[in-house]
Structures are given as structure tokens and as C-alpha cells.
């Protein structure tokens, strides 16, 4: 392997993370639809769950279960605690955020943002 | 039990929030959640008392483990001084959520309500209390979830509160995932998630890129998160659409546990001496604060749904605060310590007073005040009082934290920086005028809504009023404890004048 590469190969857990990390981003940015948004709010936060989990990794390192053999090398296993509680709280994040969208199309008739905006437009103009 | 008060703090209300959910009639449920809140403001004074008189930092070893294996409570000057804050809040807008809660959700939600109040404050209690990052989040998310809950509780009213309460979920989400990879980043370099044990261990690794961009990713989450100026656009519909009582609740409280929280992290584990602090970090939150506080009070000049106003306001006035953060001395720090203790009082008091209109005539603009201030003087004049603290007048609270920002800005030589704030400050008259205008000079309309008002309901906003005056005239005490609270980030040897 020439020496250039090493970088890249050494290292391509955190590209992979972060071209995940700009594809949910995108999308929560770029995407009218409520759904959509939530969609990639998720693969956002994946990305940094297995930030955390890739980082826990020990070169030549076993699953963290103690064999009693000194000589045996262990992988880290807090970010994995960790993430199990940021597992937590995204699905709750979903949840709530899901929750909204309901009421949102029960209220609105649209989950697409533009749609909510215009409406919300029409309402502030009599008002004020 | 003494010796408990610290997990006492964050526990009483997280577990009194289940309860709240479960009991049924209304009464029941807030008289729960009158205690809880009380018993916290309590604890939080004992704590204060008890840190200010020792002088020492006060650590609690959850379950017995000590650091950095274990989590630990920490309070030391800066946690004692931002816990009464969030709990008295807490207190007195549960007072005032009686009525306010009665006029605007519904009934069979009111258990939920309280479920969800009991443990936005426990979440905020528990980020200031805990002396660990990853624990930090966990609270931030406990806070803000049932924040988002309590923002969308609002579509009984007004429908508009649920797409707020969805893009105050979207950017606080995105807020709070940026923090937690600078936290893993620093976790990569150092091992270690206990704060004190983290400035330990940064200094050997302060050089790398890895550092400087773990500081950069936590700084703009919580940027996010208290909504500096360009990044408020979550907060003015939040707020505005909100119930009346979470509204005066978040407004004085969500934000500030923020930028105590940004504090905490930029001076607590990344110190004053990272490279790149003074002159990235620093020169940065200077620029934004005095933006967002023209933006802020320009905005709050135009606008007519007084919600709205003050929330644009709050924009200005988080940005004094983060002009107190970008001086980067111990004064500076001081100055937003001040400003986030006077401006939780004040705009508890504005919101709580501007609440108790928007239950009785539905929505407060300009137009339903007009003449207001005949029919329910009392209230209309807390406003006032709230208004004029927030231009900073003399004898108020404001004066003070003014005082001591523009003191920190003219140590470091910032001469047009102190003028600029004084000029924004100035420019507060024009929204604080227009309300006066619009209550004591116009006579009612025709067929306005009558308004009332019962000693029970500007009570609330009268002890905050009243907290205002007091902390205006005489201020000392507040303002050695905001000293004390800087100097636990900043040394009073270093910046010292």
C-alpha cells in the first residue's frame, strides 16, 4: 500500500461518516416534506452513533466480555453505552417529531412546508 | 439529607412528573407540580446559601463512584447562581400556570401538561448541575423534548404553534447532534467525559485540529440552542404560539440554561488559553451578540403581537449576553452571568403579565391594549416596569447588567462595541413607548373585549416586578455571587483591571 493511501485506508470509518452526516443534513435542509425531514434528521444522528461506535474499536481488540487471559486486548466499550442512550433519545426525537406531522395533516391538510407557509401567510395578513 | 440536596435538585421534579401524568383532575396535578417546583426553588437556595458559605464547590459521586469513573453533581459559584434562577422561575410561573393553563389547554390534557413542565425543569436543573459532557446532553434532550410537547400543546388555541413547535424540533435536534460529536471528538482525544477531567487532559492535545473542530461543532450546537443571532429563527414562532405559561416559562429559563451551558464548556473545559479561543470564538460571539441585539430590538420596533415582541426582544438581549461572553474576561463574564439572572426576572414578569391578556382576550397585539391601561392598571403597569428594566433604567435590574457589560467592553478598549450597545439599548425606549402609547394615551375601542384583572393573576408577574426593583437598588449581593461565578472559569488574576 503506498504511503499516500494510508490516510484515506486508515481512516475511511469517518468518511463514511461524514458523507452520511452531509446526506441527512442535506435532506433535512433541502426537503419540504415533513416526513422527509425526519427521515434525515435520522441518518444525521446514525451517522453519529457510528461515529461513536467506530471510535470504541481496538486495533486487534475482542467484544468487551472479561476471559480472564491478561494477554487479551479489548475494544472500548463506553461509546457503545453511549449510543444506546442516544439510540434512545433519537427514537423518541422521531416519536415526538411523527406526532406532530399527524397533527400538522390533521390540522393542515399538508405536510409540505411551502403549503403550511403560504397558509400561514394568508393567516397573519387580516390580523395585523 | 443535606448532603443529597444536589440529586435531590434534579430528581424531585423528574420523578413527580409521571405522577403529574397519571393524576386526573386538574387541581391535583397542579397542586403536585406547585410543591415540586417549590421544594426544587427551596433546595436551590439551600444549595446557594450552603456554596456561598463555604466558598467551595460542592461534589456529589452518584452512587458512590468517584470521578472521572463515576458521574458527579458539581455545584460550584456559577451552578448555585443558575439553579435559583431556573427553579424560582419554574416556582412562580407554576403560581401563574393555574389560570393560565385553565384559560388555554384543555382539560383532559392538563395531567400530560404538567407531566411535560415538571420535566423541561428537571432537564434544565440537571444540564446545570452535572459535571459530565455526555450527561449534559441526556439532559439537554429530556428538556427539550418535553419543551417541543409543551410548545406544540398550544394548537388548542392556535393552530400555528404546531409547525413552531416541529422547526424548534428540527433545529434544536440538529443543535444538540452537533454537540454530541464535538463530544465525541474530545472523547477521541482525551478518554475522559467528566468535565474537570477533560481540562485536565486537553492542554496535551490543544494543538491538534481535532480539538479546535470538537470546539467548533459544540459552540455552534449551543449556539443553536440559545438561539444567538443568525441562528433565532426557531424561537419567535415558538414563543409566540406557545401557551401563555410556557411561553414565560422558556423565555426565561431554555435559553439561559444554553449559554450557561456554552459558558461552562468554552471556559470550564476548553479554558481561556486554547488557541483560537480569544481571537476565533471570542471575536465571533462579540460580532453576532451586537448584530442579533440591533436585529433583535429593530425587529421588536415593527412588530405588533406583543409574543412576538418580547421574543424578538429576547433576541436582542441574548445577544448582551453574548457580548459578555466574547469579551472574554472575567468582567465580561460577570456582565452575562448578571444579564441572564436580571433577564429571566424581567421577561418572566413581561411574559407572565402579556399571559394573563392573552387568556382573557385571546391574542395581545397592540390593538388589544389600547386603553388597556384604565381597565386593568395594575397589570399594564408590571408591564411597564418590565419594559423599562429591559431598556436598563436606572433603579432596575437592567441598569445593572448594562452597567457591568459595558464595563467589561471599555477594560478591553471595545469603544465602539460599548457604544453600539448603548445605542441598542437606547433604542428599546421605541418598542417600550409604543406600548405605553398605545395603553395610557388611546382610549379603549368600541367593542373591545373587557378586560380584569384578580390580585391572583398579576401576583406572579408582580413578585418578579418586584425581584427587578429589588436586585436594581440594592445589588450588591447578586452581583459578588455573579463574580464568584465568573471566577470559577476566569481567575480573578487573569483579565483583572
Known amino acids: 500500500m503506498s504511503a499516500w493511501m494510508d490516510p484515506i485506508l486508515g481512516q475511511w470509518n469517518y468518511y463514511l461518516v461524514i458523507a452520511l452526516m452531509m446526506i441527512g443534513f442535506y435532506a433535512v435542509i433541502a426537503r419540504g416534506n415533513m416526513v422527509k425531514k425526519i427521515v434525515g434528521l435520522n441518518i444525521f444522528q446514525t451517522s453519529v452513533f457510528m461515529l461513536y461506535i467506530s471510535m470504541g474499536k481496538v486495533a486487534n481488540g475482542t467484544a468487551p466480555i472479561l476471559t480472564g487471559e491478561p494477554s487479551t486486548v479489548y475494544s472500548n466499550p463506553l461509546p457503545h453505552v453511549l449510543i444506546l442512550t442516544a439510540i434512545v433519545v433519537g427514537v423518541s426525537t422521531t416519536a415526538v417529531g411523527y406526532a406532530l406531522i399527524i397533527r400538522i395533516q390533521e390540522s393542515f391538510g399538508s405536510i409540505e412546508d411551502d403549503d403550511i407557509i403560504a397558509m400561514l401567510d394568508d393567516e397573519e395578513a387580516p390580523a395585523s | 439529607m443535606m448532603q443529597h440536596l444536589p440529586i435531590l435538585q434534579v430528581l424531585l421534579p423528574l420523578?413527580?412528573?409521571?405522577?403529574?401524568?397519571?393524576?386526573?383532575?386538574?387541581?391535583?396535578?397542579?397542586?403536585?407540580?406547585?410543591?415540586?417546583?417549590?421544594?426544587?426553588?427551596?433546595?436551590?437556595?439551600?444549595?446557594?446559601?450552603?456554596?456561598?458559605?463555604?466558598?467551595?464547590?460542592?461534589?456529589?459521586?452518584?452512587?458512590?463512584?468517584?470521578?472521572?469513573?463515576?458521574?458527579?453533581?458539581?455545584?460550584?459559584?456559577?451552578?448555585?447562581?443558575?439553579?435559583?434562577?431556573?427553579?424560582?422561575?419554574?416556582?412562580?410561573?407554576?403560581?401563574?400556570?393555574?389560570?393560565?393553563?385553565?384559560?388555554?389547554?384543555?382539560?383532559?390534557?392538563?395531567?400530560?401538561?404538567y407531566a411535560a413542565w415538571l420535566l423541561t425543569i428537571a432537564g434544565m436543573l440537571g444540564q446545570v448541575t452535572t459535571g459530565d459532557a455526555f450527561n449534559i446532553f441526556v439532559f439537554l434532550e429530556i428538556s427539550s423534548l418535553s419543551a417541543y410537547a409543551l410548545v406544540a400543546m398550544g394548537s388548542g388555541r392556535d393552530r400555528r404553534a404546531l409547525p413552531a413547535a416541529f422547526n424548534y424540533l428540527i433545529l434544536g435536534t440538529v443543535g444538540a447532534t452537533f454537540y454530541v460529536i464535538g463530544i465525541g471528538l474530545l472523547y477521541m482525544l482525551t478518554g475522559t467525559l467528566n468535565l474537570a477531567d477533560l481540562a485536565e487532559r486537553l492542554p496535551q492535545v490543544e494543538e491538534t485540529r481535532a480539538a479546535f473542530t470538537a470546539m467548533a461543532f459544540i459552540a455552534l450546537g449551543l449556539f443553536l440552542k440559545m438561539a444567538l443571532f443568525p441562528l433565532h429563527f426557531w424561537l419567535v414562532p415558538a414563543y409566540a404560539h406557545a401557551p401563555s405559561a410556557v411561553t414565560a416559562l422558556m423565555a426565561s429559563t431554555a435559553t439561559k440554561v444554553s449559554v450557561y451551558v456554552l459558558i461552562r464548556l468554552i471556559f470550564g473545559v476548553f479554558g481561556i488559553e486554547f488557541p483560537g479561543l480569544v481571537d476565533g470564538v471570542g471575536l465571533l460571539v462579540l460580532t453576532l451578540g451586537i448584530a442579533g441585539a440591533f436585529v433583535g430590538t429593530l425587529a421588536a420596533i415593527v412588530e405588533t403581537d406583543l409574543k412576538k415582541l418580547f421574543a424578538q426582544s429576547s433576541i436582542a438581549q441574548l445577544?448582551?449576553?453574548?457580548?459578555?461572553?466574547?469579551?472574554?474576561?472575567?468582567?465580561?463574564?460577570?456582565?452575562?452571568?448578571?444579564?441572564?439572572?436580571?433577564?429571566?426576572?424581567?421577561?418572566?414578569?413581561?411574559?407572565?403579565?402579556?399571559?394573563?391578556?392573552?387568556?382573557?382576550?385571546?391574542?395581545?397585539?397592540?390593538?388589544?391594549?389600547?386603553?388597556?391601561?384604565?381597565?386593568?392598571?395594575?397589570?399594564?403597569?408590571?408591564?411597564?416596569?418590565?419594559?423599562?428594566?429591559?431598556?436598563?433604567?436606572?433603579?432596575?435590574?437592567?441598569?445593572?447588567?448594562?452597567?457591568?457589560?459595558?464595563?467589561?467592553?471599555?477594560?478591553?478598549?471595545?469603544?465602539?462595541?460599548?457604544?453600539?450597545?448603548?445605542?441598542?439599548?437606547?433604542?428599546?425606549?421605541?418598542?417600550?413607548?409604543k406600548i405605553i402609547e398605545a395603553a395610557w394615551l388611546r382610549p379603549r375601542p368600541e367593542g373591545a373585549p373587557e378586560l380584569s384583572e384578580t390580585p391572583s393573576q398579576y401576583m406572579p408577574a408582580w413578585i418578579m416586578v418586584i425581584a427587578t426593583l429589588g436586585f436594581g437598588i440594592y445589588a450588591t449581593p447578586l452581583v459578588d455571587a455573579a463574580f464568584a461565578a465568573a471566577h470559577v472559569f476566569i481567575p480573578a488574576t487573569v483579565g483583572a483591571p
Open chain 2, 15 to 113: 420523578l413527580a412528573a409521571p405522577f403529574a401524568a397519571l393524576l386526573r383532575g386538574r387541581e391535583l396535578a397542579w397542586g403536585l407540580t406547585f410543591l415540586t417546583t417549590g421544594a426544587a426553588f427551596l433546595i436551590s437556595i439551600a444549595l446557594f446559601l450552603e456554596q456561598r458559605a463555604l466558598g467551595t464547590t460542592l461534589v456529589y459521586e452518584l452512587g458512590n463512584w468517584a470521578a472521572p469513573i463515576g458521574i458527579v453533581y458539581v455545584i460550584d459559584a456559577a451552578s448555585a447562581l443558575v439553579l435559583p434562577v431556573i427553579s424560582g422561575i419554574g416556582f412562580i410561573a407554576t403560581l401563574a400556570a393555574r389560570q393560565l393553563v385553565a384559560a388555554e389547554i384543555d382539560r383532559r390534557d392538563h395531567g400530560l401538561f
Open chain 2, 319 to 433: 445577544g448582551y449576553m453574548a457580548i459578555g461572553i466574547g469579551a472574554m474576561s472575567a468582567t465580561g463574564l460577570a456582565a452575562a452571568f448578571l444579564h441572564l439572572f436580571n433577564h429571566a426576572l424581567m421577561k418572566g414578569a413581561l411574559f407572565l403579565a402579556i399571559g394573563m391578556i392573552a387568556a382573557q382576550a385571546g391574542r395581545a397585539t397592540m390593538g388589544t391594549l389600547q386603553g388597556a391601561g384604565k381597565q386593568i392598571p395594575i397589570t399594564m403597569t408590571a408591564i411597564l416596569f418590565g419594559g423599562l428594566a429591559l431598556i436598563g433604567v436606572p433603579l432596575t435590574a437592567g441598569f445593572i447588567s448594562k452597567v457591568y457589560l459595558i464595563r467589561a467592553l471599555l477594560e478591553q478598549d471595545f469603544w465602539l462595541l460599548a457604544g453600539l450597545t448603548f445605542v441598542s439599548s437606547a433604542l428599546a425606549l421605541a418598542y417600550v413607548w
